[in-house]
């Protein structure tokens, strides 16, 4: 997730490192309220920062995806009741130190984040979430230059 100092209007990304403050890629906002680690810009408490909540890109026609939708869009690889394997796009989602998928997300019915893993910038945009429990449920991926994605609903097998 991505937060906004309310002081100064700094963006915190949990999946992105902060060369900045040296805030190490996954590190989640509450770590960094717990540990007292200032705003790298502001020098205000990350207590004082509020979640920016993004825009969910879903493909406009499922059945003929455009360029972007085809790069982004979550694609199951593998699926049973208990499990789901996913990979970001139909061919991989490219990996560039500025352009890569940052997070993806297992959603529940109700629009819960029941699991995030976030992606080092060193790791292809595939993997592995546990859907048991989980009648229908949505799977979600961020990418560092083009917003967020969505697979749209998928009901369990």
């Known amino acids: 997730m991505r937060f906004l100092c309310v002081n100064c209007g700094y963006i915190y990304d949990e ?3 902060d060369e900045l403050d040296g805030i190490e890629p996954g590190t989640n906002i509450d770590t960094l309220i717990n540990e007292d680690i200032p705003c790298p810009m502001c020098g205000g408490s ?4 509020s ?3 993004d825009e969910i890109l879903y493909a406009e026609n499922p059945h003929k995806l455009n360029h972007l939708e085809l790069e982004h869009i979550p694609h199951v690889v593998y699926q049973d009741a208990e499990r789901i394997e996913v990979s970001i ?3 991989l989602h490219p990996v560039s130190d500025d352009h890569r998928i940052t997070a993806m997300y297992l ?3 109700e629009g819960h984040i029941v699991e995030e893993i976030f992606i080092m910038p060193d790791e292809e945009p595939v993997c592995e979430f546990d859907v048991s429990g989980l009648d229908i ?3 979600r991926a961020s990418c560092s230059k083009h ?3 969505s697979s749209g609903l998928i009901e369990a097998v």
């Open 15 to 17: 999946a992105l490192w």
């Open 46 to 49: 990350f207590d004082d920062f």
């Open 51 to 53: 979640p920016i909540e």
């Open 89 to 91: 796009g139909k061919e």
């Open 107 to 109: 959603i529940d019915d």
């Open 137 to 139: 449920f949505e799977l």
């Open 147 to 149: 917003w967020l994605w």
